[in-house]
Nanobody, 124 residues
């Protein structure tokens, strides 16, 4: 069992940056693939970025490629999402997720554990 707690969200102006963190508790964190998803009001939860257990593989949604960077520190049981050049379309609740099967996948149903989310609001 893994518990995930996100932090680092907040209000930022367009063009600004935020760094989200996801703290994981429980065993075997360093064997899981990790991802970030987001959900805007009235929209479905969508994939943002994912990273393999050893950080050798990363995947990004086209909408964030070149602006967001996912990383992890297995020694600290942490996953991060550095978000630069934010725009109002990035406003959403951001969720951290873990995949036990080590799949670096974009499909949300393939993730086994989820955090409660952290709100990111980008003003124009």
């Amino acid at each position: 069992q893994v518990q995930l707690v996100e932090s680092g969200g907040g209000l930022v102006q367009a063009g600004g940056s935020l760094r989200l963190s996801c703290a994981a508790s429980g065993r075997l964190f360093d064997t899981y693939a990790m991802a970030w998803f987001r959900q805007a009001p009235g929209k479905e939860r969508e994939f943002v970025a994912a990273i393999s257990w050893g950080s050798s593989i990363t995947r990004y949604a086209d909408s964030v490629k070149g602006r967001f960077t996912i990383s992890r520190d297995n020694a600290k049981n942490q996953v991060y999402l550095q978000m630069n050049s934010l725009n109002p379309e990035d406003t959403a609740i951001y969720y951290c997720a873990a995949n036990r099967a080590r799949l670096v996948t974009t499909r949300r149903y393939e993730y086994d554990y989820w955090g409660q989310g952290t709100q990111v609001t980008v003003s124009s």
